[in-house]
């Protein structure tokens, strides 16, 4: 995986690119944000969550626009389906948050996801 949060190259936004493109490791290696456009496929996103999931339990998922939030929640059902092999069942928190795109300020949409109860776990 590559630290792309420097990175000015947004070409993973067209949802053209392998999707692992667009993952990102955060300063902490431990959260790996999948950005989402609108063209995205959501079966490609889907499997990118369920990867995430699978190596280090815990994702973030950010989409800015009603398309891309649509397209990350059905992604999102359906990352859940493919990890129901694993016997992993996720948990998604969304929260809103202010991302700077080309020097604007935009509200994007952030989806922890975790699998089911490991919030609770980790409280505890």
Known sequence: MTD???SEDTSY???TEE???SIETGPSDRADVIK???KSRSTAV???IAAVIREHRYAEVQ????GAVNQAVKALAIARGYLQGDTID???TPYFTEVDIEGQERTAVRFIVEPRGASARAGA
């Open 19 to 21: 999707f692992s493109d």
């Open 90 to 92: 996720i948990v998604c």
């Open 46 to 48: 889907a499997g990118a």
């Open 36 to 38: 989402v456009s609108a």
């Open 63 to 66: 989409a800015i626009g009603a």
């Open 4 to 6: 792309r949060f420097n």
């Open 13 to 15: 936004l067209t949802g």
